[in-house]
């Protein structure tokens, strides 16, 4: 393994950490904090994201990936959801959301 395939690994890592956590915050919600812990699945949620802008800051440093945040394909992707969010109501898969 070089050092390109062991980032790419961890980019990998952090994303299902993140999945991992937006489905544990589904199931116990965003203001939970486990047992013991001080921290909310709100805070986790930002720490993950965090760690994988920290593993694209690398690759976009030693490798020139050129991994940016771009507010039009953001927009894009938001619009695309809010439209899939509203086929599943009309559905009937979502119901008492607000």
Known sequence: MNRQQY???KLAEEAS???QIALKTQQFGIDEKLPGQDLTNRDRIEMEFNDLLGVIKLLNQEF???IRIDEDMIAAKAAKINKYFQYSIDCGQ???WK
């Open 64 to 66: 020139g990936c050129k």
């Open 94 to 96: 979502i119901k008492d």
């Open 7 to 9: 980032l790419l690994t």
């Open 17 to 19: 950490e993140i999945a």
